[in-house]
Nanobody, 124 residues
Framework: QVQLVESGGGLVQPGGSLRLSCAASGFTSNYYTIAWFRQAPGKEREGVSC????????YYADSVKGRFSISRDTAKNTVFLQMNSLVPEDTAVYYCAASPLECYGFRPNKFGSWGQGTQVTVSL
């Protein structure tokens, strides 16, 4: 049974950093494409970053390029999202999700397995 568990969210001041973790069980995460999504209140869920199962290529939404970094630790079966220079607009619930497909724009409807989400709040 595929399970994804996110952790690492919290309250941080603008300009601060957080590292989110997505621990996978029931499958080998490097055989799947893993993506991070976020959803703010009243907004649609949007793709933040994706790491390809094929070659580990990484992709980012324009709003987080240069600030966020996705990585994979195959020994721990975990994917990380390092978030730096956080701004209030990054406030949202962050989800990781897995897909047997490649990133290709990493739309939510292409990902069938989801974690429960972790809250990130950027505020003074």
């Amino acid at each position: 049974q595929v399970q994804l568990v996110e952790s690492g969210g919290g309250l941080v001041q603008p300009g601060g950093s957080l590292r989110l973790s997505c621990a996978a069980s029931g499958f080998t995460s490097n055989y799947y494409t893993i993506a991070w999504f976020r959803q703010a209140p009243g907004k649609e869920r949007e793709g933040v970053s994706c790491i390809s199962k094929r070659d580990g290529s990484t992709y980012y939404a324009d709003s987080v390029k240069g600030r966020f970094s996705i990585s994979r630790d195959t020994a721990k079966n975990t994917v990380f999202l390092q978030m730096n220079s956080l701004v209030p607009e990054d406030t949202a619930v962050y989800y990781c999700a897995a897909s047997p497909l490649e990133c290709y724009g990493f739309r939510p409807n292409k990902f069938g397995s989801w974690g429960q989400g972790t809250q990130v709040t950027v505020s003074l």
